[in-house]
């Protein structure tokens, strides 16, 4: 929930033009990681909570490749977007450490 509220932040700093389109998929992507997380382990099958995982990481990587976007673009500095880079980093790891969690116990 702190990538959605970092992500949330940076948004309003992007031009107009990219209101309905650049803003609007990154919105979608973040949004898309709790979500897909919470979906999962709610579900009681740990195959299905893993692929749900494995939809939350793709999210943050459609995220990430967002915000180089937003770099390569001129519409963020580095500075401006270390810290959701930092927490899409720490957030892959978890997921990551997660799904191989569930595989050992499912073996």
Known sequence: MVLVEEVYSL???LP?????ALSSQMRRAVVSVPSNIAEGNSRFSPKEFRRFLEVAKGSLYELDTQILICEQQNYLTPTQTKKTKALTDELNRMITKLI???NE???
Do not use: A, G, T
Not at 16 to 20: M, R, S
């Open 100 to 102: 191989v969690k569930l």
């Open 11 to 13: 948004i309003p700093q």
């Open 105 to 107: 116990e499912s073996d």
């Open 16 to 20: 107009p033009e990219e209101k309905f």
